[in-house]
């Protein structure tokens, strides 16, 4: 299994970035997906996530109303749209795919991910 994140860059405060995660090696639609973040010093936290029908989303509440993930099942890929970013949201993006198709246990938590995509970096910055 593969997971190829891409999509990061430097973008200015109150900017828009989309991030892209393709998978392969999977049956795309047997897994719901998710996004965490690693900023500098800080621990990898939750984002959001998607359960394998795109119908269930959940994010952090830090992102709540300025992040939107969705999936695409016919290119095996999951999305993570960005918009009002801040500084605070510079960090290493990864996306993963979770145990089962739905988001039925502590989705939060980077435990009950089973694949890692390499991570892509955005830096929120003027």
């Known amino acids: 299994v593969q997971l190829q994140a891409s999509g990061g860059g430097l973008v200015q405060p109150g900017g828009s970035l989309r991030l892209s995660c393709t998978a392969s090696?999977?049956?795309?639609?047997?897994?719901?997906m998710g996004w965490f973040r690693q900023a500098p010093g800080k621990e990898r936290e939750f984002v959001a996530a998607i359960v394998w029908s795109g119908t269930i989303t959940r994010y952090a509440d830090s992102v709540k109303g300025r992040f939107a993930i969705s999936r695409d099942n016919t290119k095996n890929t999951v999305f993570l749209q960005m918009n009002s970013l801040k500084p605070e949201d510079t960090a290493v993006y990864y996306c993963?795919?979770?145990?089962?198709?739905?988001?039925?246990?502590?989705?939060?938590?980077?435990?009950?991910?089973?694949?890692w995509g390499q991570g892509t970096l955005v830096t929120v910055s003027s």
């Open positions: 993963a795919s979770y145990r089962h198709p739905y988001l039925d246990g502590p989705y939060y938590s980077e435990d009950t991910y089973t694949n």
């Open positions: 090696g999977v049956t795309f639609d047997d897994y719901a």
